[in-house]
T-cell receptor, first 114, second 112 residues
Framework: SAVISQKPSRDICQRGTSLTIQCQVD?????MFWYRQQPGQSLTLIAT?????????ESGFVIDKFPISRPNLTFSTLTVSNMSPEDSSIYLC???????????FGQGTRLTVV | GENVEQHPSTLSVQEGDSAVIKCTYS??????FPWYKQELGKRPQLIID?????GEKKDQRIAVTLNKTAKHFSLHITETQPEDSAVYFC???????????FGTGTQLKVEL
C-alpha cells in the first residue's frame, strides 16, 4: 500500500515564527487536502491543495495565514505563518488516489506554539 | 455548508456487547459517508464507508447503515473487543474529491 509521509512529526515553535509542513506520497494522487485537529477535537478542513494552482480555502482559513503549495502529484506543503498559541494543533494531510475514492491520512504534525 | 452531528460523545460498553454510534447530516447532496477510527496519537484510519446508493454495508464485525430520507447514518460494532477502544469519527462528502466534513467524534471504551 502507498506511503504518506509528513514532516516534521512534531515541533515546538516560538510565537511569531512560521513552520512549513511537508506531505510526500510515494505514488501519484488525484486530490490532496490539509486538515487541522485541535486538541481533543474533530478534524476541520483547511484547504484543498491544487496541483499547479492556488489552493482552495475553506471558510475561516486564508492564504496569508496558511499558504499551501502543490508543485506536483505527489507532494504538498502547508505553512503556518506568524504563529500564535491558538495555532497549536495537529495538522494532517489527506490524499485521494483516485477521484471519489477513500481518503487516507498522513501521520500528522503535532505543533505546539509557545 | 454541510454540518455533521455525532452522538454519543462517549460510549462505554462491556467486552462482547454491541456499540452503536449515530450521525446526522444536513446537506442532502452528500453522497459519501466514511467512518474513521483514531487511536491515541495515531492518524485516522478508514474502517468502513458507504455511498448513497446503498442502504447498508457490512465488514465482519462492523456495519454501517444509511437512511437518506432522514439524513442519518450509523456505525454498528458487534462483539466488541478491547482493541476497539478509540475515537470514532463519522464524515460526509458531496463527492467530486472527498472534501470531508467530520462529526465531533465518539470516544468508545470497551471494558473487560
Amino acid at each position: 500500500s502507498a506511503v504518506i509521509s509528513q514532516k516534521p512529526s512534531r515541533d515546538i515553535c516560538q510565537r511569531g515564527t512560521s513552520l512549513t509542513i511537508q506531505c510526500q506520497v510515494d505514488s501519484q494522487v488525484t486530490m490532496m487536502f490539509w486538515y487541522r485537529q485541535q486538541p481533543g477535537q474533530s478534524l476541520t478542513l483547511i484547504a484543498t491543495a491544487n496541483q499547479g494552482s492556488e489552493a482552495t480555502y475553506e471558510s475561516g482559513f486564508v492564504i496569508d495565514k496558511f499558504p499551501i503549495s502543490r508543485p506536483n502529484l505527489t507532494f504538498s506543503t502547508l505553512t503556518v505563518s506568524n504563529m500564535s498559541p491558538e495555532d497549536s494543533s495537529i495538522y494532517l494531510c489527506s490524499v485521494e488516489f483516485r477521484l471519489d475514492t477513500e481518503a487516507f491520512f498522513g501521520q500528522g504534525t503535532r505543533l505546539t506554539v509557545v | 455548508g454541510e454540518n455533521v452531528e455525532q452522538h454519543p460523545s462517549t460510549l462505554s460498553v462491556q467486552e462482547g456487547d454491541s456499540a452503536v454510534i449515530k450521525c446526522t447530516y444536513s446537506d442532502s447532496a452528500s453522497n459519501y459517508f466514511p467512518w474513521y477510527k483514531q487511536e491515541l496519537g495515531k492518524r485516522p484510519q478508514l474502517i468502513i464507508d458507504i455511498r448513497s446508493n446503498v442502504g447498508e454495508k457490512k465488514d465482519q464485525r462492523i456495519a454501517v447503515t444509511l437512511n437518506k430520507t432522514a439524513k442519518h447514518f450509523s456505525l454498528h460494532i458487534t462483539e466488541t473487543q478491547p482493541e476497539d477502544s478509540a475515537v470514532y469519527f463519522c464524515a460526509a462528502s458531496t463527492g467530486g474529491g472527498n472534501k470531508l466534513t467530520f462529526g465531533t467524534g465518539t470516544q468508545l471504551k470497551v471494558e473487560l
